[in-house]
């Protein structure tokens, strides 16, 4: 199963409302997970079921969709936000996106 | 406190092996399965390997496939990633990672710290 991420850049500035979209090549139900990760850091789990928020991680992540079609929206981006976001199918294996990097604007 | 802790990680030369380890602790180690994902420089996260609790279903990616091989001792709380007949392609960042269920699919909850493989002459 191919996953695509979309943007693969994006510039936003602090309180900016952000989607990232993922798209899966074939229906993984809403076995989707996001995870967040910044530089020499290990990936850390937000968002996994598509839109179960894992604790600990800040009520302004939230996860939505099913099937083929995804997203993670960050509702007002903080100054920690500004990472690399990735999907992750697990439906059949797991696959990862290509990535999202969120930079500064 | 869960920890994961991946070892093992140096320079080698192409066509040689090299075992990576990963030492887990805070958790009952035998009821989950774990995994091992790379992050070559410059790229994206790639799932390389999975191993369920019980230790005898393995799932490898294609590109790893026939050189690696994933096992882990319950009894010492530790999981192995064995690579031979190493590549270029294979230079990453090794992260081990904990998944949420003992026999399927799961995302990742807890990861370990990384540990750099350099495959270079």
Redesign the interface.
């Given at each position: 199963i191919q996953v695509t991420q979309s943007p693969s850049t994006l510039s936003a500035s602090v309180g900016d409302r952000v989607t990232i979209t993922c798209r899966a090549s074939q229906s993984i139900s809403s076995?989707l997970?996001w995870?967040q990760?910044k530089p020499g850091k290990?990936?850390?789990?937000l968002i996994?079921?598509a839109s179960s928020i894992?604790s600990g991680v800040p009520a302004r992540f939230s996860g939505s969709g099913s099937g083929t079609e995804f997203t993670l929206t960050i509702s007002s981006l903080q100054p920690d936000d500004f990472a690399t976001y990735?999907c992750?199918q697990?439906?059949?294996?797991?696959?990862?996106?290509?990535?999202t990097k969120v930079e500064i604007k | 406190e869960i920890q994961l802790l991946d070892s093992g990680g140096r320079l080698v030369q192409p066509g040689g092996s090299l075992k990576l380890s990963c030492a887990a602790s805070g958790f009952t180690f035998a009821s989950y399965a774990m995994?091992w994902?790379r992050h070559a420089p410059g790229k994206?996260?790639?799932?390389v390997s999975?191993i369920y609790g019980g230790g005898s279903t393995t799932?490898y990616?294609d590109s790893v496939k026939g050189r690696f091989t994933v096992s882990r001792d319950n009894s010492e709380n530790t999981l192995y990633l064995q690579m031979n007949s190493l590549r270029a392609e294979d230079t990453a960042i090794y992260?081990c990672a904990k998944g949420?269920e003992y026999s399927s699919?799961?995302?990742?909850?807890y990861?370990?710290?990384?540990t750099l493989v350099t495959v270079s002459s």
């Open positions: 076995w997970a995870y990760q290990a990936p850390k789990l996994y079921k894992e990735y992750q697990y439906n059949s294996y797991w696959t990862f996106g290509q990535g | 995994s994902v994206g996260l790639e799932w999975s799932h990616a992260y949420t699919s799961s995302s990742f909850d990861w370990g710290q990384g």
